[in-house]
């Protein structure tokens, strides 16, 4: 069964940091493209960051790791802003197949 975990949101203060992890089941995590997705309040969700994209920091706040070791992805956020308040999903896409799996979504809320 393909699962993929998500942890660390949680409520933080403006101009926090945190770490968010992913880990997925070794069967998807070394065949597919990881990324980690983002869902603000009235806006679609929208892709962040990931192993595959062309620049893994956004706007410098944000950085995507991985550890293949624990089949684990990260994503740092520096600087939060309120505006970063959202649901933080992890993804990964199937790189022969095309499939998508999707985390359950861990919420992050950022008090100005």
């Known amino acids: 069964q393909v699962q993929l975990v998500e942890s660390g949101g949680g409520l933080v203060q403006a101009g926090g940091s945190l770490r968010l992890s992913c880990v997925a089941s070794?069967?998807?995590?070394?065949?597919?493209?990881m990324a980690w997705y983002r869902q603000t309040p009235g806006k679609r969700r929208e892709m962040i960051a990931g192993?595959?994209a062309t620049a893994n920091a956004v706007g410098g706040r944000i950085i995507f790791s991985s550890d293949n070791a624990k089949n684990t992805i990260y994503l740092h956020v520096n600087s939060l802003k309120p505006e970063d308040t959202g649901v933080y999903y992890c993804?990964?896409?199937?790189?022969?197949?095309?499939?998508?799996?999707w985390g359950q979504g861990t919420q992050v809320t950022v008090s100005s």
């Open positions: 993804n990964a896409r199937e790189l022969v197949s095309g499939h998508e799996y």
């Open positions: 070794a069967s998807i995590f070394s065949d597919s493209a």
């Open positions: 192993n595959l």
